[in-house]
């Protein structure tokens, strides 16, 4: 299977721990991959791998994997995480990108 | 640090070819997946393609079609050619550089970890 599964939007309270989902076939033999997109601005690789951030990346960001279902964990959200956020991975093949629909995560 | 910068044509119209060129500067293009994105007004990310350093390609299933993307090293460029346009390829184009790390047992894992800032191309007469 090509298609991975988000949900369209989640909202989380100021400082409090919220999980975005990624579901799809692929992600039982790839890592999903996370980004973080703001408003007029390119996207940014937050979670990569098994759960690595890249530098400058802050901890409160974590990722995990259970089966066909990838989770990006945000432990005391701040009001500058406010973004959409994508998973992407490789297709089954290993040969196509594919990217999740997104996520548009609000913080009250 | 590895910087990409698109470049192109903001305005393209229907039936022509969409050309965009990706500089990579502060790195080599070697060893390195070249991956080519556009986002639609108000819509998500979509993988158009990518290039290999050595050449090889593979393509979106839904473009393969209309894409051809190659690549210059001598340049540190590579490029995207997706013909006969329509309204419909009216977005934000992003180029990316893909990373492969190796997990043991002759599996890889993928991610895009430098992106361009993004051009917009309207397709309009």
């Known amino acids: 299977s090509s298609e991975l599964t988000q949900d369209p939007a989640v909202s989380v309270a100021l400082g409090q721990t919220v999980r975005i989902t990624c579901q799809g076939d692929s992600l039982r033999s790839y890592y999903a991959n996370w980004y973080q997109q703001k408003p007029g601005q390119a996207p940014v690789l937050v979670i990569y791998g098994k759960n690595n951030r890249p530098s400058g990346i802050p901890d409160r960001f974590s990722g995990s994997s259970s089966g066909n279902t990838a989770s990006l964990t945000i432990t005391g959200a701040q009001a500058e995480d406010e973004a959409d956020y994508y998973c992407n991975s490789r297709d089954s093949s290993g040969n196509h990108v594919v990217f999740g629909g997104g996520t548009k995560l609000t913080v009250l | ?100 790390n190796y997990v043991g047992g002759g599996y890889y894992y993928y991610y895009m970890d430098v992106w361009g800032k993004g051009t917009t191309v309207t397709v309009s007469s």
């Open chain 2, 1 to 100: 640090q590895v910087q990409l910068q698109e470049s192109g044509p903001g305005l393209v119209k229907p039936s022509e070819t969409l050309s965009l060129t990706c500089t990579v500067s502060g790195g080599s293009i070697s060893s390195y997946y070249w991956s080519w994105i556009r986002q639609p007004p108000g819509k998500g990310l979509e993988w158009i393609g990518y290039i290999y350093y050595s050449g090889s390609t593979n393509y979106n299933p839904s473009l393969k079609s209309r894409v051809t993307i190659s690549v210059d090293p001598s340049k540190n460029q590579f490029s995207l050619k997706l013909s006969s346009v329509t309204a419909a390829d009216t977005a934000v184009y992003y180029c990316a550089r893909e990373s492969s």
